[in-house]
Structure formats: structure tokens, C-alpha cells
């Protein structure tokens, strides 16, 4: 499967900004969609943003629209989350997940998971 790390988690106060990063190794990275997940301290996992393969179409969760961007850059092998207006219930483990193509609202579609980069937005 297609190996991913996410990086750029951290601690910021609310009202802040942090942009994660989802780097892919392997060839067939322009054939893939990419989501980013999140999961807090005994909560399930839930979908954040999704890109399509050629980076044309975008999903967002209603709790992140507008504050958060999902973008792509295919010759560095890369996706980003740009969070900007943080708030405190966006404190989690944030995932990068790939699957062929086209975006998914199931996250068992996935097959491909990176390790997850902590976000913690605190005072």
C-alpha cells in the first residue's frame, strides 16, 4: 500500500492557525484521492476534508467549512489542511487517508492510513 506521514500538528490557542502536511511515497500518489480524518481521546473517527485525484473536487465536514482548505501539490507528492479559527473542539489526532481517485464518505474505503499528527488548541 501507498505509505503516508502527516506532519505540522501542534499547540495553539483558539483562534490560531496550523497547516498539516500528508506526504506520500510511491509513484502512483497522482491516482489517488486523499482524506484527512480525526480522532479525540475515546471518540470515534470522523471525517475532516477530502481531495479528489485531480484535485478538483473538495468535500468539507459542516464543523470545519470555512475555516478549514484541503489543497494539493502532485509534484511534491503532498497534500495540506490549511485550519485557521481553531477552537478548542478541534483538538484531536489528525489522519491522511488514500483511496483510488474519487473521495469517499466511508472511511473503511480508505485502505492506505498515515500515523497521525496531534492537534491540541488550548489556552
Known amino acids: 500500500q501507498l505509505q503516508l506521514v502527516e506532519s505540522g500538528g501542534g499547540l495553539v490557542q483558539p483562534g490560531g492557525s496550523l497547516r498539516l502536511s500528508c506526504a506520500a511515497s510511491g509513484f502512483t500518489w497522482d491516482y489517488h484521492a486523499i482524506g484527512w480524518f480525526r480522532q479525540a481521546p475515546g471518540k470515534e473517527r470522523e471525517g475532516v476534508s477530502c481531495?479528489?485525484?485531480?484535485?478538483?473536487?473538495?468535500n468539507y465536514a459542516d464543523s470545519v467549512k470555512g475555516r478549514f482548505t484541503i489543497s494539493r501539490d502532485n509534484g511534491k507528492n503532498t497534500v495540506y489542511l490549511q485550519m485557521n479559527s481553531l477552537k478548542p473542539e478541534d483538538t484531536a489526532n489528525y489522519y491522511c487517508a488514500a483511496r483510488r481517485y474519487y473521495c469517499s464518505e466511508n472511511v473503511a474505503a480508505f485502505g492506505s492510513w498515515g500515523q497521525g499528527t496531534q492537534v491540541t488548541v488550548s489556552s
Open positions: 481531495i479528489s485525484s485531480n484535485g478538483e473536487s473538495t
